[in-house]
Nanobody
Framework: QVQLVESGGGLVQAGDSLRLSCVAS????????MGWFRQAPGKERESVAA????????RFADFVKGRFTISRDNAKNMVYLQMNNLKPEDTAGYYC?????????????????WGQGTQVTVSS
């Protein structure tokens, strides 16, 4: 049984930082590209960042470029999202997802497994 479990969300002030973590189990983690998505109330889920299975390629949404970084530790089955200079508009549920491919940096429809999410709330 595949499980993705996110952690690290919380309530912070604008300008603060948070580091989200996602631990995966039940899959060959090093063979999966990983992504972070977010969904705010009343809005569609959107891609935030993605990282290839080997960690050598990454992709970020324009609205987080320069503020967020994504990384992974295949030895620990973990993927991270470091979020700096948070803004109130970053408030959302954040979800990690795993994709077997074939795309190195998959589109939304290519993700096979999803976590339950962790809430990030940024106050102004």
């Amino acid at each position: 049984q595949v499980q993705l479990v996110e952690s690290g969300g919380g309530l912070v002030q604008a300008g603060d930082s948070l580091r989200l973590s996602c631990v995966a189990s039940g899959l060959a983690f090093s063979s999966y590209s990983m992504g972070w998505f977010r969904q705010a109330p009343g809005k569609e889920r959107e891609s935030v960042a993605a990282i290839s299975w080997y960690g050598g390629r990454t992709r970020f949404a324009d609205f987080v470029k320069g503020r967020f970084t994504i990384s992974r530790d295949n030895a620990k089955n973990m993927v991270y999202l470091q979020m700096n200079n948070l803004k109130p508009e970053d408030t959302a549920g954040y979800y990690c997802a795993a994709s077997r491919g074939p795309a190195i940096l998959p589109s939304y429809a290519e993700y096979d497994y999803w976590g339950q999410g962790t809430q990030v709330t940024v106050s102004s």
